[in-house]
């Protein structure tokens, strides 16, 4: 069965460090997306992208947070300067909408800011 | 905006218990709704959805009804079983997609034998 693939699983980084949290989103889909959980508080939607641009993005989504599709497979999220209130699980996830109203998700990265 | 609630975890149950998990929502016209599954150590994964009132989502024994009514979609399992152990998350989107799910914070389930 085709699935969504994140890498890596666990990213420990200090604060003020750019970090990517990497995506393989399923071959054939065409929307993207990230979502976030703080421990303990809700999954939270980041910011959809579609033909190589952002159709949607949250109030979270500032100018410290950029997405990219560098290659036609990997499916990018970058965070520029990360503090300590970016620790949290990061989801990614895809679909193909035509028909199908189910959203894929990867196993998430789970990124420690110290 | 849409928001969603989930009843508080942890539920804690013996294996063969009867399961509810309380879901309600808030959003402007009608939505889909949706229950995810999370097991350990993997990612969300759809368990069963409902896009218009009065639809029953069904799969691997779970059961949830689209009530408009109530604005609930009460997640439900006659029988559980250790395997079903997970963080389950009631979601909805305002369109008939998949774009921009609204999530609850989860609810997780502990079977034990």
């Known amino acids: 069965e085709p699935e969504v693939t994140q890498t890596p699983s666990h990213q420990v980084t200090q604060m003020g460090q750019e970090v990517i949290l990497r995506c393989v989103p399923i071959?054939?889909?065409?929307?993207f997306y990230w979502y976030r959980q703080i421990l303990g508080q809700k999954v939270e939607f980041l910011v959809s992208?579609?033909?190589?641009?952002?159709?949607?993005k949250s109030e979270i989504f500032d100018d410290q947070f950029s997405v990219e599709r560098p290659d036609g497979s990997n499916f990018t999220l970058k965070i520029r300067s990360t503090k300590l209130e970016d620790s949290a699980m990061y989801f990614c996830a895809s679909d193909n909408r035509e028909g199908n109203t189910e959203a894929f998700f990867g196993q998430g990265t789970r990124l420690t800011v110290v | 905006g849409n928001s969603v609630t989930q009843m508080e975890g942890p539920v804690t149950l013996s294996e063969e218990a009867f399961l509810t998990i309380n879901c309600t929502y808030t959003?402007?016209?009608?939505?889909?709704l949706f229950w995810y599954v999370q097991y350990p150590g993997e990612g969300l994964q759809l368990l069963l959805k409902a896009t218009k009132a009065d639809d029953k989502g069904s799969n691997k024994g779970f059961e949830a009804t689209y009530r408009k009514e109530t604005t609930s979609f009460h997640l439900e399992k006659g029988s559980v079983q250790v395997s079903d152990s997970a963080v389950y998350f009631c979601?909805?989107?305002?369109?008939?997609?998949?774009?921009?799910?609204?999530f609850g914070t989860g609810t997780r389930l502990q079977v034990t034998l």
């Open positions: 992208f579609y033909n190589n641009e952002i159709s949607e």
């Open positions: 979601a909805l989107t305002p369109t008939g997609t998949a774009s921009k799910l609204t």
């Open positions: 959003a402007t016209g009608y939505p889909s």
């Open positions: 071959s054939n889909h065409l929307y």
